[in-house]
């Protein structure tokens, strides 16, 4: 795979909106999981849920999406100086040049939700303001970046469940290698809704206490929402010696089950091999493993053996999702940048809630912050119907 | 404005298809060529083949009309389905499922199945292809509303093209009931799938070869046949299968995605 260059990103979640106060938080050991007072849930649960996203208005032009979704994606779009990075990038490479790529689980599914409740007792019809194109709909997400700066680019939405962010960088790449496009805005955007709290709810899944990944009392998962922006470019001549490049993306399927990860992890290690195969790397080039780590029983058995097995217990690894919660179709952009920032600031981060680490997993699990100088980041980011995807991040010098 | 010149190619192994009045592809290309009126009737989806009893029980519309279309698609060109990675492109998950879960979610009792949850990812149907067909290769899953079609082939494409490898398009919609019918109103759910290689073989339907465009889209002649390309965003990959069914070298233009559109140049094989 042709390397790219994370020309620019930020993220926005439970631990911080921006690059800065994420970083913080990363280093105080300090979570974003609060007790869950979302909208009308009544499920004992920790939720990663980002402050101020309410408050946030979208440009009058763009008020068809206002919802939950896009709100949080403009919150995020605003910090560390990304828009006007994605506006010179546009200045390089033209309009039709940036292609937007995203990826999501539910997008602003939160409004159809919310809209059934108003139903019209006669008709059943929904309320006249609900519009489920800019809403709802799963690309709604990426039309609303694209039309936040006027793009005519390439675009799409990728909904592989909690692989969903991670997939779109490999697609970008493939883009960028075929000329179709000089750069890419990819990352992902999920918000808090009732579909995937009742629904983690119904598979017994949700944890009552903030997420423990893989701590021998684990008890399933904290849902998180975050948004998370990757401007995407070909390497230039003279990168600084912390830029980060993307030098692989390896994907594949379980084939296993719709719900549950193949026992021994056996997609989650050919998407990791493939990753390494398209970086022209050896397991031994990698420094640091930000795990899937959704903090289930089985979810967190089957990625220990997927990494002993290819990894034994060489590589410090952690979940960061006890911090942010499982930020689902955002999640792996979040980690992405996540791991970058673990390039850039030397630090390899713990994974905090953690106390007992589970003993039957072989893995170098980190439960306490480490300072590092770590070359090479691996990030995994596995979904919902068998979906695969890890990411091979590294700094250009 | 001048577009760069990216042009895609890969050759055409196998298609599948299934709609209102559209059985599968070989009954369907004499209604495409105009040599057999097109009877637009309601689209029925066969069981789904190759998936467990219990996955085939909760399969919903949505994943009976693309694994029907896949494995079309992958019998006709001979392919073995482990080998290909797959693009799903779809305006939306299964519409009866996600009508279920608002419902239930908008009452007094919240609890609702884990199967209607599992089954509510947009990448469901990619999930049981994976079960049915035990193919462990990438998949991934787009949504681009109208757009979706032409953006599934620019993936799938592009995948052929810098990964050297074969690739399996499918494209498919299913309907919302109402109330959310009302606001994206779907006639039916249908399905279109190409199999896709990098080098001609033996079985090679057609060259096909897409880039970028400013071009006007094609229309459909027949007039029910636009209504029903106009209608779902799978049946914007119509012009696609008419200029197949035709066998003559042809250029199409599909919508894309506003100011884009997708040039597609077919050069049938013999």
């Known amino acids: 795979m042709n390397t790219l260059w994370l020309s620019h990103f930020t993220a926005t979640s439970a631990i911080g909106c921006g690059l800065e106060p994420t970083h913080a938080a990363l280093r105080q050991q300090r979570g974003g999981l609060t007790p869950c007072a979302f909208d009308t849930v009544d499920l004992n649960t920790f939720v990663g849920e980002v402050a101020g996203v309410d408050s946030v208005q979208l440009p009058a032009h763009l008020a068809d999406f206002d919802c939950r979704n896009n709100r949080l994606a403009l919150l995020g779009l605003r910090q560390d100086g ?5 506006e010179a990038a546009i200045g390089r490479h033209g309009r039709r040049r940036v292609a937007v790529l995203l990826g999501t689980s539910t997008a602003g599914v939160l409004q159809s939700e919310q809209a059934y409740r108003q139903r019209d007792p006669v008709t059943g019809a929904l309320p006249r303001d609900f519009n489920y194109r800019t809403t709802h709909n799963a690309y709604s997400v990426a039309d609303f ?18 692989s969903s962010s991670a997939k779109v960088f490999a697609s970008a790449a493939r883009m960028m290698e075929a000329g179709l496009i000089d750069a890419a805005i990819v990352g992902g955007v999920d918000s808090l809704c009732l579909t995937t709290l009742y629904g983690f709810n119904s598979l017994e899944l949700l944890s009552a206490t903030p997420c423990q990944p893989f701590d021998v009392d684990r008890g399933g998962i904290s849902i998180g929402e975050a948004a998370a922006f990757i401007l995407l470019e070909r390497p230039s001549g003279d990168l600084d010696s912390d830029a980060v490049l993307l030098l692989g993306a390896g994907e594949s399927s379980d084939a296993y089950h719709m719900s549950s990860p193949h026992p021994d992890g056996l997609g989650a290690q050919m998407a990791m091999a ?110 919902f119907g068998g979906t695969n995807c890890s990411l091979v991040l590294g700094r250009a010098g | 404005m001048t ?18 009045g559209l059985r599968d592809w070989p009954s369907a290309q004499s209604v495409l060529t105009g040599n057999a009126p097109y009877v637009p009737s309601p689209m029925t989806a066969p069981p789904p083949q190759g998936l467990p009893p219990a996955e085939r029980r909760r399969a919903g ?33 299964d519409g009866d499922n996600c009508d279920a879960i608002c419902a239930v979610l908008a009452s007094e009792d919240r609890h609702i199945s884990p199967t209607r949850f599992h089954n509510s990812v947009h990448n469901a149907p990619a999930g049981y292809w994976g079960i049915a067909s035990g193919a462990m290769a990438p998949a991934t899953v787009l949504c681009v509303y109208d757009g979706c079609f032409s953006a599934g082939l620019l993936e799938a494409l592009t995948q052929v093209t810098v990964e050297g490898s074969s690739a399996l398009l499918i494209a498919y919609d299913s309907p919302y009931p109402e109330p959310l019918n009302a606001n994206r109103p779907l006639p039916s759910a249908m399905g279109i799938a190409l199999a896709l290689t990098p080098q001609k073989s033996a079985l090679s339907l057609a060259r096909i070869q897409i880039s970028l465009t400013d071009a006007a889209p094609n229309a459909l002649d027949d007039n029910a046949l636009e209504a029903l390309r106009r209608a779902i965003p799978a049946a914007r990959g119509l012009p696609v299968l008419q200029a197949l069914a035709g066998k003559q070298a042809s250029e199409v233009v599909l919508d894309y995605l506003e100011p884009l559109r997708l040039a597609v140049n077919i050069e049938p094989c013999n």
């Open chain 2, 61 to 93: 519309v949505s994943v009976k009309v693309a694994l029907a279309v896949a494995q079309e698609a992958i019998a006709m060109g001979q392919l073995d389905a482990r080998q290909l990675s797959t693009v799903f492109a779809s305006s939306g998950a």
């Open chain 2, 3 to 20: 577009l760069p010149n990216t042009i895609l190619t890969a050759w055409i192994e196998g298609v599948g298809l299934l709609g209102p």
């Open chain 1, 145 to 162: 970046v694209r039309n936040v700066f006027k793009l005519e680019g390439p675009a799409a939405v990728v909904s592989t469940a909690c």
């Open chain 1, 274 to 383: 493939a990753a390494l195969k398209a970086a022209g790397l050896q397991v031994d080039a990698i420094d640091y493993i930000n795990l899937h780590g959704t903090a289930t029983p089985s979810n967190d058995a089957a990625e220990g053996k997927a990494v002993a097995t290819l990894f034994g217990d060489r590589v410090p690894c952690s979940s960061t999702k006890g911090a942010t919660g499982h930020t689902l179709g955002a999640a792996g952009g979040l980690e992405a940048i996540i791991g970058a920032l673990a390039l850039q600031q030397g630090f390899l981060p713990g994974g905090i809630n953690t106390l007992n680490i589970d003993p039957s997993i072989p893995i170098q699990y980190l439960n306490a912050n480490r300072d590092a100088a770590p070359q090479r980041v691996l990030s995994n980011s596995f979904g």
């Open chain 1, 82 to 86: 990304f828009m006007a990075a994605v």
